[in-house]
């Protein structure tokens, strides 16, 4: 089944490009594809409007790069993680709880979070 890996960034570099699937070193957490997805579609609006970067701080974005992968800046966290927090009242998933407590380990560690799409 397809899914979505989520991992903290210890030592951001800035301007290196973050393309290579790398879970293991940014010990990822995992979201099920169809769970996400409908996160995405129910909140779509929210997801869009929070900063991020595809791949390298050189190109900037907004929300998750569905297939590719999104890095997720400090100041991008909170308002992804209350997303989170909203879809997770309505799924109830342990993914998702799963993903609120990375999501807050970055927070509380002020690093880059990583999104590798499907």
């Known amino acids: 089944m397809a899914k979505h890996d989520f991992g903290i ?3 951001f570099e800035e301007n290196k490009w973050y393309s290579d699937y790398e879970p293991e ?3 990822c957490i995992s979201v099920h594809d169809d769970l996400l997805e409908e996160m995405i579609i129910k909140y ?4 869009m409007t929070f900063k991020t ?4 701080t050189t190109q900037p974005g907004n929300g998750l790069d569905y297939c590719g992968v999104t890095l997720i800046p400090p100041e991008s966290l909170k308002q992804f993680r209350d ?3 909203k879809a997770n009242n309505h799924y109830k998933s342990q993914e998702l709880q799963l993903l609120i407590e990375k999501v807050s380990g970055a927070i509380s560690e002020d690093k880059y979070l990583i999104h590798y799409g499907i």
Do not use: A, G, H, M
């Open 9 to 11: 960034i210890d030592s």
């Open 25 to 27: 070193k940014y010990n």
């Open 44 to 47: 779509n609006k929210e997801l």
């Open 53 to 56: 970067y595809f791949q390298v």
């Open 83 to 85: 997303i989170i927090i």
